[in-house]
């Protein structure tokens, strides 16, 4: 088994999770349901931004005990046994291969709106093509990226401030479902936003000084994109106004190519500050495509540390000379590519509901890890780690009851992350 060479520092892992986070959020669908909850819209992506530091808090602590590929896969197995492991496995793979697609969607809906599937099966082949070349090459482009993305969507904000804009009185619900229930929805879809700092802890056998860089890297990312998803929201509200924002959420447009008629929200936000729609459309493409390579890189690893164990057919195990898992990779962005083209779920909420399976997993293994007292170099207080547990099942529900209206897609989910690993499970307790 060839182990991956660390060559990745605490600025490449921060830019790898911020351009993650941005790229999966900020031009997506998710504006319309966080929109919806009328006043209360930034008290929906602040619910979304703490249960996603309770979760950025029990992973940094896992990651400075278990510097190595997989994230909570890897943390499931050593602190809670292989059959927890194989769900947050199987989970995060379902989620983040989802969230390729997702990306990939949007990237073609801002480029080419009359081709966006086209355009999007071209971006996954790009990027798997790109992640092949290894690490190195993936945490450059995704830290320069990021860097870019950050600069232009604080230059949007800006130049909307700087231009008068009349202050609206307030947002107004749109959905009959009632505030709660729109507020439930909009929170989980808000924490789609903030999923990407996972990716720094799946690459844990590339970092340097893995036990202080990750949790440094994961905080570090994580605040500057609640800040700059909070300054968004707050401009949206201010400077774009109800009245367009409403008529935007409740006809389900949060990004363009689903209504060519509409723009997306950051159109709405860039046209008030008179900056270029091309300004859009480049940071938009920059962003998601950097996601994407963020992205797949995660889960091609996590699927590597899956086969190492058996839980994954051991050929995705393989690595080529550039030391990157292409294998697994490559079925990721298969898998990507026939969602982009048959799926007709809410792959946004789909992704939501996996991925905070995933992080459930996660702030379990954190909790055993404190009793059981092997935390090291970061101690969360367990208190933290129950609330990230609670709110993460809480919000999956959410997002999985909402995803949808056909429930066929959400049991085949649910197939996928409980009964494929206990499937498996079975499989190899018998073999043994």
């Not at 892992?13 to 929109?35: E, H």
């Not at 367009?244 to 950051?266: F, K, M, N, T, Y």
């Not at 940071?283 to 797949?296: E, I, K, S, W």
Request: positive net charge; charged residues 10%.
């Amino acid at each position: 088994m060839t182990t991956p060479a660390r060559r990745i520092g605490v600025v490449a892992a921060t830019g790898i999770g911020v351009g993650s986070m941005l790229g999966a959020g900020v031009f997506s669908d998710m504006w319309a349901a966080v929109l919806d909850t009328g006043d209360w819209y930034l008290a929906a992506i602040a619910l979304a931004a703490l249960v996603a530091l309770a979760n950025a808090l029990s992973t940094a602590q896992l990651a400075s005990r278990y510097p190595v590929a997989g994230g909570a896969y890897a943390y499931g197995r050593a602190e809670l046994g292989a059959f927890p492991g194989h769900v947050a496995g199987a989970a995060f793979l379902v989620g983040k291969t989802v969230s390729v697609a997702v990306g990939a969607l949007v990237l073609g809906s801002y480029v080419l709106p009359g081709h966006a599937q086209w355009t999007a099966t071209a971006a996954v082949a790009l990027a798997w093509a790109l992640n092949a070349r290894g690490i190195t090459k993936t945490a450059t482009g995704a830290t320069v990226i990021a860097v870019v993305v950050t600069l232009a969507l604080v230059g949007i904000v800006c130049a909307a401030v700087v231009v008068d804009g009349e202050v609206p009185q307030g947002l107004r619900f749109a959905q009959e479902s009632g505030p709660v229930a729109a507020f439930l929805v909009a929170a989980s879809s808000a924490f789609f936003a903030f999923a990407g700092y996972a990716r720094i802890a799946t690459l844990g056998e590339e970092v340097r000084e893995p036990a202080r860089a990750i949790p440094r890297a994961i905080m570090v990312a994580l605040a500057v994109v609640v800040s700059l998803y909070l300054a968004i929201a707050w401009a949206l509200a201010t400077y774009v106004g109800a009245d367009a924002l409403g008529a935007l959420a409740s006809r389900g447009q949060g990004a363009p190519g689903h209504d060519e008629s509409l723009v997306g929200p950051i159109e709405q936000l860039a046209a008030v500050g008179h900056v270029p729609v091309i300004v859009v459309t480049v940071t938009a493409a920059l962003a998601t495509f950097g996601a994407m390579l963020a992205v797949m890189a995660g889960a091609g690893r996590t699927a590597m540390a899956m086969a190492r164990e058996r839980d994954l057919p051991a050929p995705l195990a393989a690595q080529g000379s550039s030391r990157a898992p292409w294998r697994a990779e490559l079925v990721v962005a298969l898998l990507a590519i026939t969602l982009v083209w048959t799926s007709g779920a809410n792959l946004l909420l789909v992704s939501v509901a996996t991925v905070l399976t995933y992080y459930a997993v996660a702030n379990l293994a954190a909790i055993r890890q404190r009793v059981a007292g092997r935390t090291e170099n970061l101690r969360v207080p367990v208190v933290v780690s129950m609330c990230g547990l609670v709110a993460s099942l809480a919000l999956a529900g959410v997002a999985l009851s909402a995803s949808t209206d056909d429930v066929a897609p959400a049991m085949v989910v649910l197939a996928l992350v409980v009964g494929w690993p206990a499937v498996s499970w079975v499989v190899r307790r018998r073999r043994a």
